[in-house]
């Protein structure tokens, strides 16, 4: 089945405490992309890929870093995760020309 | 700074009839694209439909279509003969004025509720 896979689902976890969200695809996509949604400013990109080795920055790329090593991941990492991190995740592709993004599941991520 | 707008925070509509959900948008770009997603109350996005600004037709997909007015910028999503499973928010996006098309810009979403 073609998707996107992301993990975790749910994490709760620490301020400061360095964590990794997981994303890959099966699909083959050039384009890559991590979104982050919130409730009264909808979604905003935080970063995305446009081939392996290829990043640039989205609207709110402060606070993440994200590498394009394969294909077919990209994880999100949050070196020193802050409450206002606090958000749901999510990550999604695409192939090259005008067609949509396939998104995963989602993360909804918490920091106390 | 360049803008999509929905102006519908909530919307109602039977099963079974048609109903249209608004989306403007500022660009002065004269080549662009429109994307229309769906998010049920799972979560998941879901891509429904894409509109190119030159594409000669307004775009359909099943049950979904656009009523696409360039002159208006506006790029309306149709959905008729709603189902219940319809009930969801819907997020109108297009890339960036000058920008590449795989960094969108959001609006803010319109719920939708089927009504049996």
């Known amino acids: 089945e073609a998707q996107v896979t992301q993990n975790p689902r749910y994490l709760i976890t620490v301020t400061g405490k360095k964590l990794t969200v997981t994303c890959s695809q099966n699909?083959?996509?050039?384009?890559m992309s991590w979104y982050r949604q919130d409730p009264g400013l909808g979604l905003r990109q935080i970063y995305y890929s446009m081939n392996v080795e290829v990043t640039d920055k989205g609207d709110v790329p402060e606070g993440y870093k994200v590498s394009r090593k394969e294909k077919r991941n990209f994880p999100l990492i949050l070196e020193s995760p802050s409450p206002n991190q606090t958000s749901l995740y999510f990550c999604a592709s695409s192939p090259a020309g005008p067609y949509g993004y396939t998104f995963g599941s989602g993360t909804r991520l918490t920091i106390v | 700074a360049q803008k999509i707008t929905q102006t519908q925070p909530g919307m109602f509509v039977q099963e079974k009839e048609a109903v249209t959900l608004d989306c403007t948008y500022d660009?002065?770009?004269?080549?662009?694209?429109l994307f229309w997603y769906k998010q049920p109350s799972s979560g998941e996005m879901i891509f429904l439909i894409y509109?190119?600004?030159?594409d000669e037709q307004n775009a359909t997909e099943g049950r979904y279509s656009l009523n696409f007015q360039k002159a208006r910028k506006s790029a309306n999503l149709v959905i008729s003969a709603s189902q219940l499973g319809d009930s969801a928010m819907y997020f109108c996006a297009m890339p960036p004025q000058g920008g590449n098309n795989r960094k969108l810009i959001w609006g803010l979403g319109t719920s939708l509720a089927v009504n049996p």
């Open positions: 660009t002065s770009d004269q080549s662009y694209g």
């Open positions: 509109q190119g600004s030159y």
């Open positions: 699909m083959n996509h050039e384009y």
